[in-house]
């Protein structure tokens, strides 16, 4: 009996706490248009997630075109998936904005190896973006490992004729992954650059994840203004192997590695990046844009790099016409092509806003991944900072605490203005560069419920923002 009354009181405190959680807002703390705008929100959150497209739109991204490197016949693909897709939701008008976008290939997979008393260890490795290719016979030299550009830089002529070891780890002490991604990437981008001039024989870089895996994660490089004669092959080295080889090299200084890469680059190619709107029903003059990329890397399906950014993206308008939300300002979804290796799209887009005299009032950008919801970072001026964190009372019994000063994304950085307010969509960022960049970046990765959530948050957000903003934003003469 007492453990059927304890079943009971467990039962009813659960149900209990599942109604708190389900009511929403406060309605004694909101004014009579706020209590409009969590009823829309909340609208907006239901829709989504009974009656989402995203999930679905990915798979079919994913499974059906793959990795979507710029230039490839894959991004091709892409560009008119996009556009039929667009069309298929409804916008009211759709285009195509012609690009010129860097045209990169990998070639032969990439082969790696090293010998020591206990037998030969092959290494997973992937060519870097941009990177040469090493001789037909590929690269054998002695290792020189170093944690730092500048530990790099100190060892001078030392590098000679070596292969030199990037192996700065990420600090995982910081919740973000993505600041420990900006305190090690830069190894991976001018590693190549400071040690070709000093007549380095190729560069292998250490993986940019928290993980300690298999998976070598590739990315984009430069040689910098160091003449061609200074280039020189350059590599990611999954995280497992640099620990091994660190290792190694202490027990074996004087070890020899090899590695072969067939990697080049071709003349650039022709590409777009695809373009709708629903046009605004106040200020179509206004423009709104949300948005992420289309390219991807090469090695995997490119779903949370940026497939789940794409789909988002479009969900929102898909939101707004399902739910009879007619926006003030004209709603432009952008799918940028060649975030990855040039920004092309992104300056593209840019120019062509500039040259006709474009009025852009507000962005948002989702290129983080398709994890669980968790805030946005805002760049705005300090009136719009403000307007734009006093919606944390509407937002935050969905997930969305963080309303932070920040950068919003390479795609809309180029529109950046005084009277712009960029917004970066932010997920939660624990488990993204597990995937980042890698063959295992596939849609099985992405979770249905998380992907529809920031669907849902980003349409909360853009319905706040054109409701708001654009009574904070003057237009421009």
């Known amino acids: 009996m007492k453990k059927i009354t304890f079943l009971f009181l467990t039962s009813l405190f659960i149900l209990s706490c599942n109604q708190k959680q389900e009511k929403v807002v406060d309605s004694n703390l909101l004014s009579s248009e706020e209590k409009i705008d969590s ?51 409804g916008l009211d008008s759709v285009w195509l904005q012609p690009v010129m976008v860097p045209h990169w290939v990998r070639g032969e997979k990439e082969i790696a190896t090293y010998t020591t008393d206990g037998g ?5 490795i992937c060519a870097l973006g941009f990177s040469i290719a090493t001789p037909e016979s590929g690269i054998l030299a002695e290792v020189i490992e170093v944690k730092s550009l500048e530990e790099a830089e100190e060892m001078g002529e030392k590098l000679r004729d070596k292969i030199v070891f990037f192996n700065g780890a990420f600090d995982n002490t910081l919740i973000n992954t993505f600041q420990a991604y900006g305190g090690c990437v830069g190894q991976r981008y001018s590693g190549a650059r400071v040690c070709g001039k000093f007549g380095a024989k190729g560069v292998i870089v250490r993986s940019m994840t928290n993980v300690i895996d298999d998976n070598p994660h590739t990315g984009t490089m430069s040689y910098g203004d160091i003449p061609i004669e200074q280039y020189t092959p350059t590599a990611a080295i999954s995280s497992r192997a640099a620990e091994i080889l660190s290792a190694d090299l202490k027990q074996y200084p004087n070890l020899k590695f090899y590695f ?23 200020t179509p003059e206004n423009i709104m844009v949300v948005g992420g990329h289309l390219d991807s890397w090469d ?82 001026n300090a009136v719009n900072t403000k307007l734009l964190q006093s919606w944390k009372k509407l937002l935050s019994p969905y997930g969305l605490h963080d309303l932070d000063k920040g950068g919003s994304g390479a795609d809309i950085s180029p529109l950046k203005d005084d ?12 488990r993204y560069f597990d995937y980042h960049h890698t063959s295992i970046d596939t849609f099985d990765k ?23 903003l654009y009574k904070n934003t003057p237009v421009k003469p």
Not at 120 to 124: D, E, R
Not at 321 to 348: C, D, Q, S, Y
């Open 419 to 430: 009277n712009v307010t960029l917004v970066g969509y932010r997920p939660d960022s624990q």
């Open 120 to 124: 030969q260890k092959n290494v997973p």
């Open 299 to 380: 090695l995997g399906e490119g779903a949370h790099d940026d497939g789940t950014g794409i789909v988002q993206s479009l969900e929102v308008a898909y939101l707004f016409k399902k739910n009879n939300i007619k926006p003030k300002n004209t709603l432009r979804v952008v799918f940028f092509m060649n975030e990855e290796n040039g920004t092309r799209g992104a300056k593209k887009y840019a120019e062509l806003a500039k040259l006709n005299k474009e009025n852009h009032i507000g962005g948002l950008e989702s290129d983080a991944g398709g994890h669980t919801p968790r805030g946005f970072t805002i760049d705005a």
């Open 260 to 282: 072969k890469q067939s990697c080049k680059t071709l003349p650039d190619a022709p590409s777009f990046n695809v373009v709708g709107q629903i046009t605004g029903s106040e």
């Open 39 to 89: 009823t829309s929100i909340k609208t907006l959150f239901n829709s989504a997630l009974t009656e989402g497209k995203s999930y679905e739109w990915l798979r079919d991204l994913t499974k059906n075109i793959g990795g979507r490197l710029s230039g490839s016949p894959e991004a091709a693909k892409a560009v008119e998936w996009g556009t039929k897709l667009m069309n298929e939701v």
């Open 446 to 468: 992405v979770n249905k419920r998380e992907l529809e959530l920031g669907s849902a948050s980003m349409a909360s957000i853009i319905y706040l923002m054109d409701k708001y």
